[in-house]
Structures are given as structure tokens and as C-alpha cells.
């Protein structure tokens, strides 16, 4: 903050004697913007995992079983300016346009992505964008919800119960 704004805030405490601490924060704080997605509880209400499942499913482009081909690239490795995207291997499509053995890209645009760092994870994702380039966001794919509830009810909507090898949560580090 410069201290042009430091100036100003304290400007404004003299004036009014007293600002509270929430107050203060939030003007603080208003003049960055916010670009973690985060979820602060997890939902596991039966019925409104059930709800957000059924909506993820039905507003999804494309729902597939996919292998990490090439995995997207985070940390010290990537590089500047260029967008992380993984390449999936398609092996069963329960929703969308795609043939099994066809290859997808899945972009990475912002921490309300699922990252797919892991080369050979196989997954059952849903997936938002266009043929060409799809996002896994975390909010659809069960983020925010007790995980495996909202699994089974991805898998009573594809009609197939996730294989052992698929894994439960896409992404996370092994």
C-alpha cells in the first residue's frame, strides 16, 4: 500500500475516533482482488450433494473416464506466460462428443481448476468448454462436498460404478 493510502486511512481513523478492526480489514484488503477459490465448509446434506451432483452432471459438456497422458506443469517448472493444460487419453465417455482411444485437453485457468500434475492417473471427471478445450472445475467434480457421496452420485448418473483404478479424487498428489 502506498503511503499516499496510509495517509488517507489514517486521515479517516482521526476523523471518526474509532474504526473497527473488520472495517479496517476490508477496506484494506478491498483494493486487491481475490483469486483463491476456496470452499469453507463441506456440505453433507444427502439431498443437496445429490442436488449439486445431478446439476454438475446435467450442465457438464462432457463426463469421461480419462488416463493423464501429459500432465499439466505447476511449480518451477512451468513457465511464464503459458496456461498449464494435460492431455487426457479418453476411455469411456458417459457424456459428450468424445470416442474412447480420442485425446482431450483440459486447461488449468484458475485455482477453481482441478490440476492434473500426475502422467497416468485415470479419472472420472466432469468437464465444462468446448471440444477442443475443456476446464475440470473443482466445484463440479465434487469440491466442497463430502467427496465420496457426491462419487456415487456421479456414478448412478453415468450408470456405472467408478473401477478401482479410477481415481476417487483427480489431481491430488500421489
Known sequence: MSHRSLMTLHAITQRIGFVPLSLLSALVLSRFPAHACSYPRIEKSPARIRQA???AFSKADSVVDAEVISPMTFGSAWKEGLTPMA???VLNTWKGPHNKGEFIFVIYLSSCDIGLPNAGEKIRVVLSGGHDMYRAELRAN???YAQRPYNVEIDRLVRRVRPAYISAYPG???
Open 142 to 144: 465434487g469440491y466442497g
Open 53 to 55: 451432483a445431478q446439476s
Open 87 to 89: 492431455m487426457l487419453k
Open 172 to 174: 491430488m498428489q500421489k
